[in-house]
Structures are given as C-alpha cells and as structure tokens.
C-alpha cells in the first residue's frame, strides 16, 4: 500500500465513524432479534362504554294488615252493649222489692240482674250466690258498666246480695240493684257505710 492510500484511509476513518455515531448506519438485526431504535408508538382501542345494568327491583313487600280495625270493632260493639244494659236497668229506678221477684211488678235482688241480662240475651242463674259462678271472675278495681258485684256480710260467708255496676272511676264503685228496704235504686257503694263493708267480688257475664 503506498504512501497516498494509507493517508485516505487516515482521513476517511473520522468521517466514517462521526456518522455511525449519529445514527445514520444502523445494524440490521438477525432474526428473531429486537431491532435497536426508538419503541414503536403502541395504539390502545378506545375503551368501549358498556350499559350499567341496574339490578331488577324487588316487589315492594305486601303490608302486614293487622286485625286493628276489627279489634276496634268488636270493642266498640262491647262498650255499647254495655251501655244498653245500664240504660235499659237505670228504667227500673223505683219499681219496688219482692221476694223472689224476677220480673217489673217486684224485683230481689238476683231477680233484677236476672231480668235484665235477660233480655240481653245473657242466662243468669236465680240465685245471688250462683250468679257469682255464672262468668269470669275479676278484680273489683277492673269491673266495668254491665259487670255484677257480689256482697257477703263476712269475708269467707255466702253471697247474700247481687249488683250491676253502672260506673267505676276515681268517683267510685256506682251500682243499680234492688235492695230490701227501698226497691231499684242507683248507689255509690264507696260512699254508703253499710255497702262499701260487704262488697266482695266482681264477675264478668258480658264477653266480647
């Protein structure tokens, strides 16, 4: 090689590499190698919006129907009948006693309440002390217009007398009856010194 060669080659050597260096020559890549070079851009397909799917309603639930109204009913039905029995027995005020009377030309005392539920279609017996086991047995504190009282002279003696409570409030213990010395007359047993001693029992002949 002369003289003349070697100095071209010595000046094409620095040009050669300054462009390999900027990237002008770049290797092809064998196969299956990655290529050198800048990543390609990568294209994402647009996100589809899917449909919300709202979750399928339930039925509303059928309201439990509580027996309310008919409870009121039949309570209602109870207070008036109730109050029948006190207005029909407040008629008799007046009629006078007989022994063993069971009807409006002399009333005893069973015999008033006997009548008069009678016609209420409620069976008494016609005993004062029979009458007692005739319904439920209560409270005196819990009787009601309608429900009968008992009287005994002691605590654990006989039944001898019957009455039907008219009302039963902080005004106290008011009855109908038909007494011995003065026929059918309405009392307040809480303020008569000789009944407010002897009443004993309340008993319930008039149900729902």
Same mark, same amino acid.
């Given at each position: 090689?002369?003289?003349?060669?070697?100095?071209?080659?010595?000046?094409?050597?620095?040009? $050669?590499?300054?462009?390999?260096?900027?990237?002008?020559? +770049?290797?092809?890549?064998?196969?299956?190698?990655?290529?050198?070079?800048?990543?390609?851009?990568?294209?994402?397909?647009? #996100?589809?919006?899917?449909?919300?799917?709202?979750?399928?309603?339930?039925?509303?639930? #059928?309201?439990?129907?509580?027996?309310?109204?008919?409870?009121?009913?039949?309570?209602?039905?109870?207070? *008036?009948?109730? +109050?029948?029995?006190?207005?029909? /027995?407040?008629?008799? $005020?007046?009629?006078?006693?007989?022994? *063993?009377? =069971?009807?409006?030309?002399?009333?005893?005392?069973?015999?008033?309440?006997?009548? $008069?539920?009678? +016609? !209420?279609? %409620? +069976?008494?017996? /016609?005993?004062?002390?029979?009458?007692?086991?005739? @319904? #439920?047995? %209560?409270?005196?504190? #819990? /009787?009601?217009? @309608?429900?009968?009282?008992? !009287?005994?002279?002691?605590?654990?003696?006989?039944?001898?007398?019957?009455?039907?409570?008219?009302?039963?409030?902080?005004?106290?213990?008011? $009855?109908?009856?038909?007494?011995?010395?003065?026929?059918?007359?309405?009392?307040? %047993?809480?303020?008569?010194?000789?009944?407010?001693? =002897?009443? /004993?029992?309340?008993?319930?002949? %008039?149900?729902?």
């Amino acid at each position: 090689m002369n003289r003349n060669v070697l100095s071209l080659i010595l000046l094409l050597f620095p040009l $050669v590499f300054s462009l390999s260096s900027c990237g002008l020559f +770049q290797p092809v890549s064998s196969a299956g190698e990655r290529p050198v070079g800048p990543e390609p851009e990568i294209l994402f397909e647009p #996100e589809v919006e899917r449909p919300v799917v709202q979750p399928k309603a339930e039925p509303p639930a #059928e309201p439990k129907t509580e027996p309310i109204t008919e409870v009121k009913t039949e309570v209602a039905k109870e207070d *008036a009948l109730r +109050q029948n029995v006190v207005d029909y /027995a407040r008629q008799f $005020v007046g009629t006078s006693y007989k022994t *063993a009377g =069971k009807n409006p030309g002399g009333f005893d005392c069973s015999g008033f309440t006997g009548y $008069v539920m009678g +016609q !209420f279609g %409620i +069976q008494l017996s /016609a005993s004062s002390k029979y009458q007692e086991k005739d @319904g #439920e047995m %209560i409270p005196v504190s #819990e /009787a009601k217009p @309608g429900d009968l009282i008992f !009287f005994r002279r002691e605590k654990n003696g006989t039944v001898f007398h019957v009455s039907l409570v008219v009302s039963n409030d902080e005004n106290g213990l008011v $009855v109908v009856h038909s007494t011995s010395s003065r026929g059918v007359v309405v009392d307040n %047993i809480d303020q008569s010194s000789y009944w407010r001693e =002897k009443y /004993a029992t309340a008993c319930r002949v %008039i149900r729902p």
